[in-house]
């Protein structure tokens, strides 16, 4: 959602943008561009239908794009610089991978990745982001943990980008808050269940959102998927908005939409948008991301 809507509005701006992406295939480069924009290089599906890293940029194309013009680096989550789901590590790294020895030989196969060294040595992703001429990131806490695993002197600088929300959809409209807590999005490990089921699994809480593989939630009321035009009814009825996910969340958008809508937040340290020195309820602290955002590209372009 978050690079579809920079490009929409790069493009509305009148930018000339031509696109390359694994899924669906496509090809489509300048001849002469003033500017590369590199956005979740190595974010690989981990299934066997997905056939994984198998169906990446090659290395051959990757090389030439970015000796082709100065480049920007954006990702929307760890997946530059881990090639496991999520962060298992939460960014404390041991030497090596304490995730990779345990895994079966079909998972090694669709990651491409035999070895259990961590996957920010590789020397194509140091140079992802020590090359770039700008490295972009979801939260201080995003850019925090990504530059702790570089553990590098030599990075270029780095630009936050905000959450990108539409203020007049998502707004507290003084409703009765007839839900006491309310969580938002996948039902599973990632997004923190164990400890939702710790310390609310005696209340009501209500769950929103598809079940992860293997999950069926024991406790609360799990509602399923509701269209994303419903979400801020829900969060205008709740009084509390649970939010503890077992490992860094790049940004936790979800979190700021909560906070508009009127949510007391309950997070922990895994939240990338409370790490922001921000009021996450005030509109005018999400007043034209998108716009600046390509301000500041356009400097670098000159």
Same mark, same amino acid.
């Given at each position: 959602?978050?690079?579809?809507? $920079?490009?929409?509005v790069?493009?509305?701006?009148?930018?000339?943008?031509r696109l390359?992406a694994v899924?669906?295939?496509r090809?489509?480069l300048h001849?002469?561009?003033?500017l *590369?924009l590199?956005?979740?290089?190595?974010?690989h599906?981990?299934?066997? !239908?997905?056939?994984g890293?198998?169906r990446a940029?090659?290395m051959a194309?990757?090389?030439e794009a970015?000796?082709?013009?100065?480049?920007?680096?954006?990702t929307?989550?760890?997946?530059?610089?881990c090639? $496991?789901?999520?962060?298992?590590?939460?960014?404390?790294?041991?030497?090596?991978?304490?995730v !990779?020895?345990g895994?079966n030989v079909?998972?090694q196969?669709?990651?491409?990745d035999?070895?259990?060294?961590c996957?920010v040595?590789?020397?194509?992703?140091?140079?992802?982001?020590?090359q *770039?001429?700008?490295?972009?990131?979801?939260?201080p806490?995003?850019?925090r943990?990504?530059?702790?695993?570089l553990?590098s002197?030599?990075?270029?600088? *780095?630009y936050?980008? !905000?959450?990108?929300i539409d203020?007049?959809?998502?707004?507290?409209?003084?409703?009765v808050?007839d839900?006491?807590?309310?969580f938002?999005?996948?039902v599973g490990e990632? !997004?923190?269940?164990?400890a939702m089921?710790?310390?609310?699994?005696h209340?009501?809480?209500? $769950?929103?959102?598809?079940?992860?593989?293997?999950v069926?939630p024991?406790?609360g009321?799990h509602?399923?998927?509701?269209s994303?035009?419903?979400?801020?009814?829900?969060m205008?009825?709740?009084?509390?908005?649970?939010? $503890?996910p077992?490992?860094?969340?790049p940004?936790?958008?979800?979190?700021a939409e909560a906070?508009?809508?009127?949510?007391?937040?309950?997070g922990n340290?895994?939240?990338g948008?409370?790490s922001?020195?921000?009021?996450?309820a005030d509109?005018?602290?999400y007043?034209?991301?998108?716009?600046a955002f390509?301000?500041r590209l356009?400097?670098?372009?000159?």
């Amino acid at each position: 959602m978050i690079s579809r809507r $920079l490009l929409e509005v790069g493009e509305r701006l009148g930018y000339d943008i031509r696109l390359s992406a694994v899924r669906p295939r496509r090809r489509s480069l300048h001849h002469s561009p003033h500017l *590369s924009l590199f956005i979740d290089v190595f974010n690989h599906a981990h299934s066997v !239908k997905s056939l994984g890293a198998w169906r990446a940029f090659g290395m051959a194309f990757l090389e030439e794009a970015m000796a082709r013009a100065p480049f920007v680096h954006l990702t929307n989550a760890y997946a530059d610089v881990c090639n $496991l789901p999520y962060l298992p590590c939460s960014g404390d790294r041991p030497d090596g991978c304490p995730v !990779k020895p345990g895994l079966n030989v079909v998972r090694q196969f669709m990651m491409r990745d035999w070895t259990h060294e961590c996957f920010v040595q590789q020397s194509i992703v140091r140079r992802l982001y020590e090359q *770039s001429v700008l490295n972009v990131y979801l939260s201080p806490l995003h850019r925090r943990i990504t530059e702790s695993l570089l553990g590098s002197h030599r990075l270029p600088p *780095s630009y936050i980008l !905000k959450p990108m929300i539409d203020t007049s959809r998502f707004v507290n409209e003084g409703r009765v808050r007839d839900i006491e807590y309310l969580f938002v999005g996948v039902v599973g490990e990632a !997004k923190g269940l164990a400890a939702m089921r710790e310390r609310y699994g005696h209340t009501d809480i209500h $769950l929103i959102g598809r079940c992860a593989p293997g999950v069926k939630p024991d406790f609360g009321r799990h509602l399923g998927h509701v269209s994303y035009d419903e979400v801020p009814c829900y969060m205008n009825r709740a009084r509390n908005f649970v939010f $503890l996910p077992r490992w860094p969340e790049p940004q936790g958008r979800v979190v700021a939409e909560a906070a508009l809508c009127g949510c007391r937040i309950i997070g922990n340290e895994n939240v990338g948008a409370l790490s922001f020195d921000m009021d996450l309820a005030d509109p005018e602290s999400y007043r034209d991301v998108e716009d600046a955002f390509w301000v500041r590209l356009e400097e670098l372009a000159q």
